[in-house]
């Protein structure tokens, strides 16, 4: 059983920055997938980023490309967003999610395990 917990969500300014982490425990996902969604109130799970197992290739949602950095370190089993120039429409809640799979796509159904989320409140 793999679990997945985040943290590092919080509130900031626009235009602040803040770096997710995702920590999984129950076994290493170094050959696993791994992406964020978010959710904002009312509104359904939207794709953030993904990468794959090795950390070479990646994929983000358009409306964060250029300003938001996904990344793993899989000695230590852990999966990061790194987010710059944040926005209020950047509020929501981000999780982190892991697919059985080396590669994912952008959207949930390509995901197994998922975390509690973190919330994440941009002011303006």
């Known amino acids: 059983q793999v679990q997945l917990v985040e943290s590092g969500g919080g509130l900031v300014q626009a235009g602040g920055s803040l770096r997710l982490s995702c920590a999984a425990s129950g076994r290493s996902l170094s050959t696993n997938a791994a992406g964020w969604f978010r959710q904002a109130p009312g509104k359904e799970r939207q794709f953030v980023a993904t990468?794959?197992?090795?950390?070479?290739?990646?994929g983000y949602a358009d409306s964060v490309k250029g300003r938001f950095t996904i990344s793993r370190d899989n000695a230590r089993n852990t999966v990061f967003l790194q987010m710059n120039s944040l926005k209020p429409d950047d509020t929501a809640v981000y999780y982190c999610?892991?697919?059985?799979?080396?590669?994912?796509?952008?959207?949930?159904?390509?995901?197994?395990?998922w975390g509690q989320g973190t919330q994440v409140t941009v002011s303006s």
């Open positions: 999610a892991a697919s059985r799979y080396s590669i994912a796509g952008n959207t949930p159904d390509g995901y197994t395990y």
């Open positions: 990468i794959d197992w090795s950390g070479a290739s990646t």
